[in-house]
C-alpha cells in the first residue's frame, strides 16, 4: 500500500511539472501562490541547482565540534530587506514572500535529524512555511512553492512538495502563534515528517537520500519566530529520547595544535623592571623617571643569542646614542641581565657586539 501511494504521488509530480505555463498560471490566478511564480521559475534557471549528495566539509564539522548546534544559525543577505535575526536563531519578518536558509546543511551522518521552530507572533493574515530546500533556493519564494523544496504551510495546515500545485498532505493541524512546528529528516531513505506541538502530522517520501538538504522558513507578512536546532530541549520528546538533534547542546572546544617543531623558536623574558623601582641614572638620562622594560632574547636551548634576536622597544642591546649606557641601563642591570642569562654568550655574539666583552665573563 505504501509503494503505491508513493507511486501515485510521483505520478502526479511528474504531471504537474509537465503543464503548460499558462495552465498553471490559470490555476494559481487568485491564490497566495501566483505573486512569485514566474520569479522563482526565472530564478532557476539563472542558479542552477545544486542537487550533489554529501556531509558537512571538514571546517564545517570543526565548527560544529566547537559549537554544538548553535552552529546551526540565520544570516539575511542583501536579497533579504524585510528579514532581521537576533542571536543568529530569533527571526522577524517584517513582510513580503521571503526565505532563509539556515548556515549549515543537515549532517547526513545519522539516521535521522530534526529541529524545531516556534510561532512568537504570527498574526491570521500571515502564512509561514517550515521545512527543507536545498542551496541557492529563492528568497522571494515560499519554501515547497519551488523546486527541490518541502514544507509545511500554517495558512492552510498542507505540506507542499516543491510546487503550490502538489500539495502532498491536506487537512492538517492549523499552527498559530506560540504552536511550535518540528521538521525530521532521514537522509538514508529520503523521507521527511512534520510534527506540530509534539505530535506527528505527516511523513512524506522524497527522492533526496543523502542530498545536501538546508532548514528553511518563509513568511508572506510580519511574524516572528524562534529556531531550536537542539540547543533547547525540544517539544517533541521522542526527539530527545533519541537524540535527533542537529549537534549536542553545547559544543567542545578544541585544544590548539600540538607544537611538533622548535627550529627559530625564540622565548622573550621581560626583566622585573617594577620590583627594583628606578635605577639610578647618570648622565642625560637621570630625568628618566620610568625606562621602557627591558627584554633577554633566548633561543629554544636557553642560550642568549644576539645574532638572530627580534627588534624591541627597549632592547639592551641597542645604544642608540652612543654613550655606553644602553638605553639608560646602569651596569648593575646589565649584571643582572647576564646572570639571568644560562649560558654565556657565544663568540660570534661578542664579535658583532664588541662592547659586550667587556660586561661579559669570558669562557
Not at 150 to 159: E, K, L, P, R, S
Not at 271 to 277: F, K, M, N, Q, Y
Not at 329 to 334: C, G, K, P
Request: glycine share 8%; with cysteine.
Amino acid at each position: 500500500h505504501r509503494l503505491e501511494a508513493d507511486r501515485e504521488e510521483a505520478k502526479a509530480c511528474a504531471d504537474i511539472a509537465l503543464l503548460p505555463l499558462d495552465d498553471v498560471l490559470a490555476r494559481l490566478r487568485g491564490t497566495r501562490a501566483a505573486a512569485n511564480y514566474m520569479y522563482a521559475c526565472q530564478y532557476r534557471e539563472e542558479h542552477p541547482i545544486d542537487e550533489s549528495e554529501g556531509r558537512l566539509s571538514d571546517h564545517d564539522h570543526e565548527r560544529v565540534l566547537e559549537e554544538g548546534a548553535r552552529a546551526w544559525a540565520f544570516a539575511p543577505g542583501p536579497e533579504h530587506s524585510g528579514i532581521a535575526v537576533r542571536s543568529g536563531t530569533e527571526i522577524e519578518f517584517s513582510g513580503g514572500e521571503q526565505s532563509l536558509l539556515a548556515s549549515l546543511q543537515f549532517p547526513n551522518e545519522r539516521r535521522v535529524y530534526y529541529y524545531e521552530v516556534r510561532l512568537d507572533s504570527v498574526p491570521a493574515a500571515t502564512n509561514v512555511a517550515v521545512g527543507v530546500a536545498m542551496r541557492d533556493y529563492p528568497p522571494r519564494r515560499m519554501a515547497g512553492w519551488a523546486r527541490n523544496s518541502v514544507a509545511y504551510h500554517t495558512i492552510d495546515g498542507t505540506a507542499y512538495y516543491s510546487h503550490p500545485l502538489d500539495a502532498r498532505r491536506t487537512a492538517l493541524a492549523r499552527a498559530r502563534t506560540s504552536d511550535t512546528i518540528g521538521v525530521g529528516w532521514r537522509p538514508n531513505s529520503g523521507k521527511m515528517f512534520f510534527a506540530l506541538n509534539g505530535a506527528f502530522i505527516c511523513h512524506i517520501r522524497t527522492p533526496w537520500a543523502r542530498r545536501r538538504l538546508f532548514p528553511v522558513v518563509s513568511a508572506d507578512g510580519p511574524c516572528s519566530l524562534s529556531f531550536n536546532a537542539g540547543e533547547r530541549a525540544f517539544v517533541l520528546s521522542h526527539a530527545n529520547m533519541r537524540h535527533w538533534s542537529l549537534a549536542s547542546t553545547e559544543g567542545v572546544r578544541m585544544p590548539p595544535p600540538m607544537y611538533q617543531h622548535v627550529a627559530g623558536t625564540f622565548l622573550l623574558e621581560e626583566s622585573p623592571r617594577h620590583l627594583h623601582g628606578p635605577p639610578a641614572y647618570g648622565g642625560s638620562n637621570a630625568s628618566l623617571a620610568s625606562p621602557s622594560p627591558s627584554y633577554s632574547v633566548l633561543s629554544v636551548d636557553g642560550s642568549l643569542d644576539v645574532q638572530h634576536r627580534h627588534r624591541l622597544p627597549g632592547d639592551i642591546f641597542d645604544d642608540d646614542d652612543g654613550d655606553g649606557d644602553w638605553c639608560g641601563l646602569s651596569d648593575a642591570e646589565l649584571e643582572l641581565q647576564d646572570m639571568t642569562a644560562t649560558a654565556p654568550l657565544r663568540p660570534a655574539a661578542m664579535r658583532s657586539c664588541p662592547s659586550l666583552a667587556t660586561r661579559v665573563p669570558p669562557d
